[in-house]
């Protein structure tokens, strides 16, 4: 099973514990954890401070000087690693996430998508819970298409469409939503039955991006195409 794998910026050193409350905590020598109110076992990597950690999310959103300042001055990164293997999992770890930053993380970057989230701005993807994965999914422009990037934790390929259809990230989202959330097949023919349109899959004959690089998802890649 594919893993995915989260770097938080920490408040507090590397050989310092991570309370979560008074019951749980993660020490400095933690291998795994589990995070109150989430089923999911992580494993555990503490690493040092990072100089410039900041640049990484300001490359993926807009964020206030302030959560520049908070990033930048982490003392320690928590790195979590691990499976997921349905929506209700990924809504339990969106959960524990926030458990985490109120024990002191300034943010989340998500290895497996390159998306980098304030705490602020994680707090607004998730929303109200009724999109859980909208924040581990992550976007690419070539061309005249745009792609998903991080369906491979899912154990999924890739998505993409022409970035001339109306609202094409959010038919992206919906879509990846509907493939791991309500199991419909990821293969050629299979439909996506949206609000107000229906989808097909059509699987990309050529992967846009290397196999040595990190956009690569071994899944491959499909396209949604209106249903005629």
Not at 62 to 79: Q, T
């Amino acid at each position: 099973m594919p893993q995915f794998i989260f770097a938080l910026p920490m408040d507090c050193a590397a050989n310092e514990t991570v309370v979560i409350n008074e019951n749980v905590s993660i020490a400095a020598d933690a291998k795994t954890t589990i995070i109150p109110g989430c089923s999911v076992s992580f494993n555990v990597i503490r690493k040092d401070h990072v100089d410039g950690l900041a640049e990484i999310f300001k490359e993926h959103q807009d964020i206030s000087a302030e959560d520049v300042a908070a990033i930048d001055g982490h003392k320690s990164l928590l790195f979590l690693v691990g499976e997921v293997k349905n929506i209700e999992e990924v809504n339990q770890i969106n959960m524990a996430i926030l458990k985490l930053f109120a024990a002191g993380a300034k943010g989340i970057y998500m290895q497996q998508s390159g998306a980098a989230w304030s705490i602020q701005g994680f707090r607004d993807e998730v929303g109200d819970g009724e999109y859980p994965m909208d924040p581990w999914i992550n976007f690419v422009e070539n061309g005249d298409t745009i792609y998903t990037l991080g369906m491979a934790c899912f154990a999924l390929p890739d998505l993409c469409i022409g970035i001339a259809e109306e609202n094409a990230q959010e038919a992206l989202l919906l879509s990846a939503d509907v493939l791991f959330g309500d199991g419909v097949p990821a293969k050629s023919g299979s439909e996506i039955e949206l609000e107000d349109v229906t989808f097909v899959l059509r699987q990309e004959t050529k992967n846009p991006f290397p196999k040595d690089s990190p956009e690569y998802n071994k899944q491959g890649v499909f396209r949604l195409s209106k249903k005629k």
